[in-house]
């Protein structure tokens, strides 16, 4: 397999990529609930957001450089991940260092866990820059991509009401 490298990124990113997308759900569950589920083996794969293959390529415990390979739903593209930002039990991000498939110049995503009364908030942030290649069928694709992405907090809120206890 041919794997291609993408640009590093850091935080101010998901305030400057092309594309952002960001959604804030609130949870009735508290933040380590929340916390666990994203760290766990199974991570994101138990909220049946319809990855095929999502596993930590890093000893525990995760933290700062952690490494993580996900191949995202229909097999439309496997990404090997890099967390660049760790702060147990309230914010991780991570940046894309290499995809199988050369359709991105960067893509990072970032995961806050904030407490509020009854529970927490989740916001999943993804950000990314297309290659030129496809930068036309990115902006095209924009409406689909925000309803798409829509499915993260959707799922979380779904998961989580059936499973509030870990």
Not at 22 to 31: D, F, I, K, N
Not at 134 to 157: E, M, Q, S, W
């Amino acid at each position: 397999m041919t794997w291609h490298p993408l640009a590093p990124v850091e935080a101010g990113y998901f305030d400057a990529a092309p594309f952002i997308y960001r959604y804030p759900v609130e949870l009735p569950v508290p933040p380590e609930r929340v916390w666990a589920s994203l760290t766990s083996d199974h991570a994101l794969k138990d909220w049946r957001l319809g990855l095929p293959d999502l596993h930590w390529t890093s000893p525990r415990p995760f933290g700062v450089g952690t490494t993580r390979s996900v191949t995202l739903p229909a097999w439309l593209i496997t990404v090997h991940e890099r967390f660049f930002r760790w702060e147990e039990g309230a914010r991780m991000s991570f940046a894309v260092y290499e995809a199988n498939r050369p359709l991105l110049t960067s893509l990072a995503e970032d995961y806050l866990v904030e407490p509020i009364e009854g529970g927490c908030r989740f916001t999943w942030t993804m950000a990314f820059t297309p290659t030129d290649r496809v930068r036309r069928a990115a902006k095209a694709g924009d409406r689909l991509n925000r309803r798409l992405c829509r499915a993260v907090p959707i799922r979380a809120k779904a998961y989580f009401a059936r499973h509030p206890a870990g």
